[in-house]
């Protein structure tokens, strides 16, 4: 149980820290959140790449596979995986073949979703 | 009035109206409202592994991100999560939340443009950039992988 607590603080930790980066740049410079998002993507596909990345999902769990930097890690990881089993061809559509459940659910919910919602920002 | 003068006036006009929180205000709330993603996405990991033992550690990290994008996809068209991400800022789109609600807004957004090129083109908006990055990076790193495994 005290482990389990321990874990949890961890990830809520590592998670957080990661956040409150993004947002320092996000008020301190003039960058767009969506120029962070690739920024951070970036970053954890060359944190993947060279496998760095994976002692912190060891360390810390969820607090460093949900953020964007998870994401680029998944691609990068994929890909070396791809590459090891598949030759060539792996390499190229390893990436893809990790992350594509989240891609998928991603564009095929949000097409069914938006059939039945409409914009709600617009109440003047 | 000449082009340089309106800019500026333009530009202080935008600080004038832009909310004024002070800025250790707003990361503590980054840092709480990723935390709290993060902690949840933790759980869900956590309840999948009591369930399924034998489950590898990839296949729980795809649910736990399958299941944080659906929750977002939905907060998204009730218009809760909208609330979330004026409290949390980075916090809540540098997890992958953030880059669900940017496919599931702007889907929602331009649907009066058409399904064709309102929804489908448009709902990529955002995320599209990612994506794209993403998928060169993972090719990149995958054929730097190949090329130096061969030797």
Redesign the interface.
Known sequence: MVSNLLMYLKVFFVGGVICSIAELILIKTKITPARILVLFLMIGAVLGGFNLWNYVVEWAGAGATLPIIGFGNSLAKGAIEGATSGGFFGALGGGLMATSAGISVSIGLSYLVCLFSSSKTKKF | MNKNQRNADYLIYVENQSPKSG?FV??F???????????F??M???VLKSFYPTMNL?TV??W???V???LT??L????VF?VLAKY????T????S???N???SC???Y??EGLVFG?GAK?FY??G???V???A???L??????VV?LF
């Open positions: 800025w707003s990361l709330r980054a840092f709480i409202m990723g935390g709290t993603i993060c902690c996405g933790q869900i990991s956590d990839l990290g795809a736990v991100n399958i944080v994008i659906s996809i939905f998204t068209a009730f218009g909208d949390g800022g980075a916090g789109f540098i997890p992958i953030g880059f669900a940017s496919i599931a889907a929602i957004e649907k009066k929804v709902m955002v995320a950039p990612v994506l990055n993403g998928v990076y993972s090719m790193v995958g054929i730097i992988y190949f495994s």
